[in-house]
């Protein structure tokens, strides 16, 4: 008994993730010394504001690092679905929601064509995800061209209830985006680590000649991680 609680604790103890946080404590406190208005909750929570989109984006993303891949075409199929979110409801009429589940639909065949290169021709993932970001952001532009608006002046005017959930505050303080990040992190959590599909991942990307031997389909699960990532 005593045994098993010493190796929880050692695991405990020396588990890298801690560096991180602390590292990300002692940063703050270094500017909130050198600024102190940098430490207001409403200071603070608004710099979160500013890279929450690159956060949420990077919760599935992990999937693929854990698999081994990379992805470098992330950007580019969010600016391709943005921007087809904008021409659709703006130049073709087509309702908002119904828009991005397109766009969703849109990126995440994007993804399973790069994912099928990746899991069933052996192309390198930096490779194929590299040559991703060019094809999606020339898509992007060719899809901007199809706009009835012209292009300095950008797709605005967005329906009020599309566009309240950004602007939303608890207390007037924290951003609706960071409970957005909360929740997906914690789903994306439960995936990995409570799920077969999450124990899958793992076992692909720690050792896929063993996944194949477990009868695992290894080629479906690198593909589908760069799916979900979408």
Same mark, same amino acid.
């Given at each position: 008994?005593?045994?098993?609680?010493?190796?929880?604790?050692?695991?405990?103890?020396?588990?890298?993730?801690?560096?991180?946080?602390?590292?990300?404590?002692?940063?703050?406190?270094?500017?909130?010394?050198?600024?102190?208005?940098?430490?207001?909750?409403?200071?603070?929570?608004?710099?979160?504001?500013?890279?929450?989109?690159?956060?949420?984006?990077?919760?599935?993303?992990?999937?693929?690092?854990?698999?081994?891949?990379?992805?470098?075409?992330?950007?580019?199929?969010?600016?391709?679905?943005?921007?087809?979110?904008?021409?659709?409801?703006?130049?073709?009429?087509?309702?908002?929601?119904?828009?991005?589940?397109?766009?969703?639909?849109?990126?995440?065949?994007?993804?399973?064509?790069?994912?099928? #290169?990746?899991?069933? %021709?052996?192309?390198?993932?930096?490779? *194929?995800?590299?040559?991703?970001? !060019? $094809?999606?952001?020339? +898509? /992007?532009?060719?899809?901007?061209?199809?706009?009835?608006?012209?292009?300095?002046?950008?797709?605005?005017?967005?329906?009020?209830? #599309?566009?309240?959930? %950004?602007?939303?505050?608890?207390?007037? *303080?924290?951003?609706?985006?960071? !409970? $957005?990040?909360?929740? +997906? /992190?914690?789903?994306?959590?439960?995936?990995?680590?409570?799920?077969?599909?999450?124990?899958?991942?793992?076992?692909?990307?720690?050792?896929?000649?063993?996944?194949?031997?477990?009868?695992?389909?290894?080629?479906?699960?690198?593909?589908?991680?760069?799916?979900?990532?979408?």
């Amino acid at each position: 008994m005593k045994k098993k609680l010493k190796e929880k604790y050692t695991k405990l103890k020396f588990r890298w993730e801690y560096f991180l946080i602390l590292f990300l404590i002692a940063e703050v406190a270094v500017f909130g010394t050198l600024n102190p208005k940098f430490l207001k909750p409403r200071v603070l929570f608004g710099s979160v504001n500013d890279f929450i989109s690159i956060c949420i984006i990077s919760i599935f993303m992990c999937f693929v690092f854990i698999t081994g891949g990379i992805d470098l075409q992330a950007g580019s199929i969010v600016g391709l679905t943005s921007i087809i979110i904008g021409v659709l409801w703006k130049s073709f009429g087509v309702d908002i929601y119904l828009s991005c589940i397109i766009a969703v639909i849109i990126g995440g065949l994007c993804g399973a064509l790069s994912g099928f #290169f990746i899991a069933y %021709t052996g192309v390198q993932p930096m490779v *194929v995800t590299l040559g991703g970001s !060019f $094809l999606y952001s020339g +898509l /992007a532009i060719a899809v901007s061209n199809m706009s009835n608006t012209a292009a300095y002046l950008g797709i605005s005017g967005f329906p009020e209830d #599309f566009t309240s959930f %950004t602007k939303k505050r608890l207390f007037g *303080v924290v951003p609706q985006q960071f !409970f $957005l990040f909360i929740a +997906l /992190a914690i789903i994306a959590y439960l995936i990995l680590h409570h799920t077969k599909y999450g124990r899958k991942v793992f076992l692909c990307g720690i050792n896929q000649r063993a996944a194949e031997f477990s009868g695992i389909n290894k080629r479906l699960i690198i593909m589908s991680t760069y799916i979900f990532q979408v």
